[in-house]
């Protein structure tokens, strides 16, 4: 399974920005998938997960109110909309996914398939 992450560039401060992360395989059995970035210098970090069959949806409280994860299961793709965009949200970002049920959807290590990562930059 191959997923493939686009929507990044360059937006101002307060600007926003619509990520997609595409799953190859239609017939992937994913329990969850999720968004996490990873700043210049800095560890990756998680930003929104969504579990596939349930809809629940959580986010780091960086983003809280701001970013919107949601799926199309149609086109068997996740989506994160991103609000009042600042100059700390510049980063790689990456989906993933995962089909294991154990474990937090917060913790990147139990997310087995990732994205090639796309680039938002928000300049101030």
């Known amino acids: 399974v191959q997923l493939q992450a686009s929507g990044g560039g360059l937006v101002q401060a307060g600007g926003s920005l619509r990520l997609s992360c595409a799953a190859t395989?239609?017939?992937?059995?994913?329990?969850?998938m999720a968004w996490f970035r990873q700043a210049p210098g800095k560890e990756r970090e998680f930003v929104a997960a969504?579990?596939?069959?349930?809809?629940?949806?959580y986010y780091a409280g960086s983003v809280k109110g701001r970013f919107t994860i949601s799926k199309d299961n149609a086109k068997n793709t996740v989506y994160l909309r991103m609000n009042t965009l600042k100059p700390e949200d510049t980063a790689v970002y990456y989906c993933?996914?995962?089909?294991?049920?154990?474990?937090?959807?917060?913790?990147?290590?139990?997310?087995?398939?990732w994205g090639q990562g796309t680039l938002v930059t928000v300049s101030s």
């Open positions: 395989e239609r017939t992937f059995s994913r329990y969850a």
């Open positions: 969504i579990r596939w069959s349930a809809d629940n949806v």
């Open positions: 993933a996914a995962r089909t294991n049920s154990y474990g937090s959807l917060l913790i990147g290590d139990e997310y087995a398939y």
